[in-house]
């Protein structure tokens, strides 16, 4: 069954201007490794720093309202001083706070593997008004 908003937004996008997001989005971060709290399994070692690695850092979270051309912003910084190239990959899941992107039901969703990013770089994703994918999103990281 459409609802009135649906009929409105196929015969006038413009007249949606925030949506709820349908899943939380996210990128998989270094923290700094929690002794007793983070698995052993996670732990990663760079420069003689401990570091949980595979967390889920959401960028929005399922129900959350975002607004129609809305960019959502993250900064992030090398976890290694010889580090100068980063992969972002964006992970999606059903689940409003997943711990790590291995957590079950957390899907691979977008990637940037033919052009790793300077480090120090800035990464966000802007919300299109789309009339058949209700998540439809731009992944773009700033140098």
Sequence with gaps: MWSVGAVCFGLQPGVVVTRKSRLTYGVSVLNRFRRGVDPESKLAVRDG???????FDPLVVVG???????????????????????????????KPHPRFVTDRGVRRSVSNPSSPVDMHACAGCTFHN??????????????
């Design 130 to 143: 789309q009339p058949h994918d209700l998540d439809l999103f731009e992944f773009r990281v700033n140098r």
């Design 64 to 94: 959350q309202s975002v607004a129609v051309g809305e960019t959502v912003t993250r900064r992030y910084a090398p976890a290694a001083v010889a580090q100068r190239l980063s992969v972002f990959t964006v992970y999606s899941t059903d």
């Design 49 to 55: 720093v401990e570091w949980c690695s595979e967390v």
